[in-house]
């Protein structure tokens, strides 16, 4: 099979580091990449407290560790698929930062135009397919996709994140078979920060999140979201599995929400307790703990640590710059890309404002 | 031409379509190794083998969803389901990620699919597998809508829904599957967006789609009897709706009853109301009168069944009123 190198240097490739299987340049790599997610998720709040982003906005701190070890092993033509809360997945799959950024701002330069917005990041020429709002509905999408791959015998794989809540709907149940009938190239991730907005995952199941898939014959694996670096070496391993036949997987990832639900929810509250979130704080940052492994493994010294911030920051900063001056979608585009084909005959708006062809791009 | 019957006509349209091009698929309940639960697509599985005839489990959320996700990889997926009643679980996946998918992603992501199965009701299948579902599908802009009637129909609609870059319904009707008709042979595509006068009367209009149509036609004959002569034209595709045609079967006869299977509250038929008060108002003698399915779920006793679904009578009846041949109801 002709397979690409994987984007990922393995450890033996590169100079060796004070961390077994990863090069000090991979551990830096990794370090800046979640602290680029953590800064830009801050600008987003920033942005969000002064009305340059508006509607549901859910942001991914805490949960850094996951977006970068779970994508970052993945091949360029890899697909990714996920919900709501994928500001940081978008970026560690290739889409910059300004055009995530300029997305949440509902800009033209947004990589959907504006169209889509913080629930809605889409790049498929990079294989990142969204994106979705729907608690559960990219899960038989992502299904399909890796349905597409086995159809065309490629071997690219999915990678399908959802929520702990996702896993109560019946399109997961669904898919979950399927997948497992069809022994489809798919990884189904979910991120369990043990809530689905207020909701304790323990009050909504009797069961955990691992035992889900069992049933349906998919393998199940619990993995520490929180390592990066265990993370990171799980799904390269597992990504190479898939690709080569193992068929559907499920990741119960363990993760924190360091934030409330969405913008407008309190980090604690009357569902869980301050003591509850500061714990976590306090132990489970992934970025802190992968700082404190590597200045302990001497690969890294505060003077460093404080350059990548500056760096990132500097990117954010930019980012939200760039959203900001960006124009806002022309207007006569309101129409545009309802239909991908316009039908010669007939009519498909009624509404007497959209003309009487299709507008269409 | 060959005489097929309507079953026969979606089969040749799907294996025209198969033949030429390896992106397309069919995926459903009872499609491969049972023949279909209609027995549309006979002979297929033998044909294509079962990478491309997939029986599904019943999870009409699951496998519309799985489908809706190998179009945006770009396969044209034929999405069967057993009937549309069924299709009200997939919902969520049609409307929330098929129809949107395209204007989300500014473009970049277009959802080349055909879901298609039976509408409407049969015979004392009672509430839950009788109902018209066009209006759930038509609703959504981003999603188009074919309802063929004839063999011909069928056979040319299907194929251009497969050929369409976007989600395409195509309701068809139990009771159709067995009508014969006139078919042409080998590749035979109806563009969407097409009205058919499949009668032409200056007196009044009967507007239509589906099986309807076989109702409108033998109201028309009836009509004729009497010394009134009515066209009867047939949509064939909702959305896109071919408005001129039907703007100018109401400038000859300015005089429209609209017949459908479904539920008048926000039907079809109130959209085309609509449309031509909003264009032709002048053209009109009387009002529009829709005649549909009485706003009841579908009673399963044969005589509340009868007088629950739009028949020939009630359509004879409301021409004569657009006519003013009979006082108000
Ligand atoms: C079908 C559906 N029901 C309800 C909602 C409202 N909602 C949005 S997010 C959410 C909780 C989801 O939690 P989880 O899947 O654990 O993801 P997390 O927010 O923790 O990342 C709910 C109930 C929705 N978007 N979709
Ligand atoms: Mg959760």
Known sequence: ?361 | MAELTYREALNAAMVQEMERDDSVFIMGEEVAEYDGAYKVSRGMLDRFGDRRVVDSPISELGFAGLCVGTAMAGLRPICEFMTFNFSILALDQVINSAAKMLYMTNGQVNVPIVFRGPTGAALQLSAQHSQACETYYVHAPGVKLATPATPADAKGLLAAAIRDDDPVAVMEGELLYNVKGEVPDGEYVIPLGVAELKRSGDDVSIVTHGKMVHVALQAAGKLAREGIEADVLDLRTIRPLDADAVLETVARTNRVVYLEEGWPFAGVGAQIAALIQDEAFDDLDAPVVRVAQADVPMPYAKNLEQLAKPGVDRVVEACKRVLYLVAEA
């Open chain 1, 1 to 361: 099979m002709a397979t690409a190198a994987p984007e990922a240097p393995s450890a033996e490739s590169a100079a060796a580091s004070g961390i077994a299987g990863f090069s000090r340049e991979q551990l830096h790599e990794l370090l800046r990449e979640m602290l680029l997610y953590r800064r830009f998720e801050e600008k987003a709040e920033e942005a969000y407290s002064i009305g340059k982003i508006g509607g549901f906005c859910h942001v991914h701190i805490g949960q850094e560790g996951l977006a970068a070890g779970a994508i970052k092993p993945l091949r360029k033509d890899d697909l990714v698929i996920t919900a709501y809360r994928e500001h940081t997945q978008a970026i560690a799959k290739g889409i910059t930062p300004r055009a995530v950024m300029a997305e949440l701002f509902g800009r033209v330069d947004g990589c959907c135009g504006g169209r889509g917005g913080s629930m809605h990041l889409f790049d498929a020429e990079i294989g990142f397919m969204g994106g979705h709002g729907i608690v559960g509905g990219q899960i038989p999408l992502g299904t399909g996709l890796a349905w597409a791959i086995k159809y065309r015998g490629g071997d690219q794989v999915c990678l399908c994140f959802m929520g702990d809540a996702a896993v109560n709907q019946g399109a997961f149940l669904e898919s979950l078979n399927m997948a497992a009938i069809w022994r489809l190239p798919v990884i189904y991730v979910v991120e369990n920060n043990g809530y689905g907005m207020g909701t304790a995952f323990r009050r909504v199941s009797v069961t955990n999140v691992e035992e889900r898939s069992g049933a349906y014959g998919v393998p199940a694996h619990t993995i520490d979201g929180q390592d990066v670096l265990g993370t990171h070496d799980f799904f390269a391993r597992l990504a190479e599995e898939v690709r080569n036949g193992a068929g559907p997987q499920f990741v119960n990832a363990l993760t924190c929400r360091f934030r409330g639900h969405s913008m407008s929810d309190p980090v604690s509250g009357t569902y869980r307790s301050k003591e509850e979130v500061d714990k976590q704080l306090h132990e489970q940052d992934p970025i802190a703990l992968l700082r404190d492994r590597m200045t302990a493994a001497g690969e890294l010294d505060p003077e460093e640590m404080e350059a990548i911030d500056a760096e990132v920051r500097a990117v954010c900063q930019d980012a939200a710059d760039f959203a900001d001056a960006s124009p806002w979608p022309d207007p006569s585009t309101l129409y545009d890309h309802v239909y991908a084909e316009t039908n010669v005959h007939g009519r498909l708006f009624l509404d007497g404002r959209a003309g009487r062809g299709a507008v269409n791009g």
